[in-house]
């Protein structure tokens, strides 16, 4: 069984579609048990309305939420009965193996260090969201936990990110490469010059050199290595080209009585070819190296999503990635 | 009349793109006058197919070329009669008021440092494309001339691109935005945190805060300031996703019998929409900040690329680009 606990509270669209995708998850595979932290007359009343296991969904009362707009540090140290510090605290005390939240981003990733804690050896536990690309999915790492990382912090991201892409996604022997303005090793910025020969002498990664940007959609390596700010930037363009191009291709379909026709015959395969492109069906990001898993869902994540966040702390569980990760990382120390 | 000197050797098209380029825009605006720089008897050969004014190309011979394998240092440094080499040094002497090159990036950044040379006060000159967006344009400043820049330099970024967006393209009081992982001001790295606050006490921009990634596409800014690391993930991440995605949605529109029948119908009016988002209608990217205009133009440029990045240099000259960017800075020094 693998116990999900989850940020009932957290999200745009929470609690019902959070609370809704949790009962999708339960019923779609019976190794999963929902620890539903927030308000519980809340959550209750929302449940009522689904079938499912009662054993398999549990409820933790918490009286607090943490928003958006609060300072994530002041607000993890001072809301002890917050849905996310009380769900965060249950993976710490090992009542729980993760912890899914669409809620404050921040809040997240400081309850994460502060609560949960780095695995032993780990210097800093990045962020890693799967990115659609054309030829299946790409792990980018990190996105947005770690600013201003050092060279150490990007070998040690590579390797949980091979970890994770071989045992959870299933990619046997993933190719990693780091984000770089050009193929030539001389290239890029300080940190990456530092990072390159560091990676080139890992044994237990698949380095395959420096990718650019443009080669990130086309899925040219399985495990995308860069400091946050740039992954920050690389997951957010991604959504907002996505969203820009698909707009302005709706707006030419729309444009002529000719094309609207046009329209209605491609609308069902183009929207099946769309959804490849959907990040929503991998889940949130995994936040990795820590002592439990914490997943960060889109902060606008529908019952889909919520769900999909879940179903990956199966894989997560069964093929010990903390384990795994431990053991690549203390390579690394040797 | 304007001059511009061409890198006819330069690119992989050339030079039949190149010269193609030049002569439709001497046939186009009878303000330019473009000298071609590289070897006489080919580009001579090539000429003789078109019609054009005899008195507005000239061809200035160079007997070498700079490959993009090269590194670009040594390359400027020692090939005296290159293309790239001979038609700066047109610039420098006042012999030309611009070059325009599709070659090796590396050799025109270098060279527009050591030949054309910075105006005075320019700290870095930035590379600057033009990036389409769903509402027009978008200046993406800088792209990849400077790595591990200083918060002065993005400063100076923030003024050469107001004065270039405002006098050159005709948007009044451009708005300006950093490149950020937030909305928040105490949000960023290192970087952003220290120029956040030197932008917003810059009083002849109109510095409108952070701009996520995700709002470049959407066009919520007209100049968008970064370090050239950034910028360049930004720029190749915005040709790779519209390849991805424009061809994901080819694939889907050829999936059917009936989404094909579909296709023919909407190609017409997609062909439209999707033109607002092609890039070489703007020509290549100004580098700004030296005495002299320097155009990039993409390594894959065909004529039409070439045509619009050589009449880009009549409103920079009619303009007065570079006094008015002069006088920008000394505002910044004060």
Redesign the interface.
């Known amino acids: 069984m693998v116990k999900v606990a989850v940020d009932a509270m957290g999200g745009d669209n929470a609690p019902a579609e959070v609370i809704k995708g949790s009962v999708r998850a339960v019923n779609e595979d019976n190794r999963i048990h929902v620890v539903l932290v927030g308000k519980e007359a809340v959550i209750q009343e929302q449940l009522q309305q689904y079938t499912y296991d009662k054993e398999r969904i549990t409820v933790v009362h918490a009286e607090e939420e943490i928003t958006n707009e609060e300072a994530p540090v002041m607000a993890v140290r001072r809301k002890k009965d917050s849905s996310i510090v009380k769900a965060m605290t249950l993976v710490k005390n090992n009542e729980a193996d993760a912890f899914v939240s669409a809620g404050s981003t921040g809040a997240v990733l400081v309850g994460a260090q502060l609560i949960v804690g780095r695995l032993p050896g780990v210097e800093r536990p990045p962020l890693a969201p799967l990115l659609p690309?054309?030829k299946g999915v790409t792990l980018l790492i990190d996105c947005?936990a770690n600013?201003?990382a050092r060279s150490s912090h990007l070998v040690q991201f590579a390797k949980m990110g091979s970890v994770y892409m071989e045992h959870v996604i299933g990619i046997k022997n993933p190719r990693v490469a780091i984000?770089n303005?050009g193929a030539e090793e001389e290239k890029?910025?300080?940190l990456?010059k530092e990072t390159f020969p560091l990676l080139k002498n890992c044994n237990e990664i698949n380095f395959i050199g420096s990718i650019?940007?443009?080669?990130?959609?086309?899925g040219y390596a399985d495990v995308v290595v860069c400091e946050?700010?740039?992954g920050?930037?690389?997951?957010?363009?991604?959504?907002?080209?996505?969203?820009?191009?698909?707009?302005?291709?709706k707006?030419?379909?729309m444009?002529?009585f000719?094309?609207k026709?046009?329209?209605?015959?491609?609308?069902?395969?183009?929207k099946?070819?769309?959804k490849?492109?959907d990040s929503s069906q991998f889940g949130g990001a995994p936040m990795l190296g820590l002592k439990g898993l914490v997943v960060k869902s889109h902060g606008n994540s529908k019952s889909d999503e919520i769900k999909n966040s879940i179903l990956q702390c199966i894989s997560f569980k069964e093929q010990n990635i903390n384990e795994r990760i431990k053991d690549s990382i203390s390579v690394n120390e040797a």
């Open positions: 690309t054309a947005g600013v201003d984000v303005i890029g910025n300080a990456v650019e940007a443009r080669e990130i959609p086309a946050a700010f740039v920050n930037v690389i997951l957010k363009l991604y959504e907002g080209m996505a969203k820009t191009l698909i707009g302005k291709i707006e030419g379909m444009s002529t000719r094309s026709l046009g329209a209605l015959l491609v609308k069902p395969a183009l099946e070819t769309l490849d492109l």
